[in-house]
Each structure stands twice: as C-alpha cells, then as structure tokens.
Nanobody
Framework: QVRLAESGGGSVQAGGSLRLSCAAS????????MGWFRQAPGKEREGVAS???????TYADSVKGRFTISLENAKSTLALQMNSLKPDDTAMYYC??????????????????WGQGTQVTVSS
C-alpha cells in the first residue's frame, strides 16, 4: 500500500508560480506511474501531468510549457512546478499513483491510489 500526501498549494496572483509536492510512503517499490490531477468546482477531474518509471511524461495541453513534473528524493517525492499561473488553474490538485510493478512496461498509466489534495487559487 502506498500513501500519498500533497503539499505546496496556496494563493497566488496570475503570472505567479507555485510548486506542489507529493510525498509517497509505504511500499513505493511498486509504483509504475505517478501523476497530478485537478478538479475545479463544478467541473470534472482532469489529468494535469504524469510520469512513469521510464521517465516518460505527459501533460495536458492547457499546461504545456508552463508546468513541469519531476520525481525527486530517490523517486519518493513527486513535484509539480507551476509557472505563469492563470485563474483557470484554480482547482484542488491531487496526486495519484499507479501501483503496478515499476519494472514492467505499460502503454498508459492506471491510477488507483490518491492523495487528499491541495488547493491552488490563482487570482486575476
């Protein structure tokens, strides 16, 4: 079992930056993929960015060029650097993990474990 804990959310003006972190604890040896999702009030949850054990990354079109996902601390911390923030980025941000074996290969990520979320608010 893997536990995920997000941090780093807050309030910022448009054009500003925030860095989110997700600390993974527990049986982290079997984590094939990790990612960030967000959900704004009244909207569906959407994928923001992901990274698998082979270093492949994906980004939502809306954040390409502004957000960067990375793994740190011997892959136990997932970070999301968010630059040039816009009011549309306002949402609850969630960290998620795909717990399939990291040494295997899968074409896509399947997220089964979720954190509690951290709020990001961008004012105009």
């Amino acid at each position: 079992q893997v536990r995920l804990a997000e941090s780093g959310g807050g309030s910022v003006q448009a054009g500003g930056s925030l860095r989110l972190s997700c600390a993974a604890s527990g049986y982290t040896h079997s984590v094939y993929c990790m990612g960030w999702f967000r959900q704004a009030p009244g909207k569906e949850r959407e994928g923001v960015a992901s990274m698998d054990s082979y270093g492949r990354t994906t980004y939502a079109d809306s954040v390409k060029g502004r957000f960067t996902i990375s793994l740190e601390n011997a892959k136990s911390t997932l970070a999301l650097q968010m630059n040039s923030l816009k009011p549309d980025d306002t949402a609850m941000y969630y960290c998620a993990a795909d717990l399939r074996p990291s040494f295997l290969f899968f074409p896509t990520c399947e997220f089964k474990s979720w954190g509690q979320g951290t709020q990001v608010t961008v004012s105009s």
